[in-house]
């Protein structure tokens, strides 16, 4: 099986000898390298934040509990998301998603 790396090069699973004999032979016709998708190459600048809807939340501040350095509440209690979520605590975040009783909130990934 092959297929491209990242930088459009070729990569092999099977043994390199043994590609370089079936492409010196000619018995099977190795096709060209193909580009990789752009979508993959971006992989890392994709953010993951805090999105509450709206409707189901009931201001419990569970949320703020458990994440308050993203998640702050405004007079009424409900939930006020500072900002992106940063890889490190994006355990964190998922506890604060776990802890809402009425799942009023949850992790969007954005490009
Ligand atoms: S825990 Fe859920 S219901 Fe409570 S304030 Fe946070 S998002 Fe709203």
Redesign the pocket.
Known sequence: MTFADADGTWNSRLDPGLVDMISRTGAIELPEPMPVPARRRSRGSAKNKLL??WP?????????EVLPEL?D?DEW???VVLDDIPSARLAAARD?VR????L??RIVRKT
């Open positions: 509450v809807d189901n939340c009931r201001a419990h501040g569970l949320c703020h998640i509440r209690g409900y939930p604060a802890t809402c009783p009425t009023a909130l």
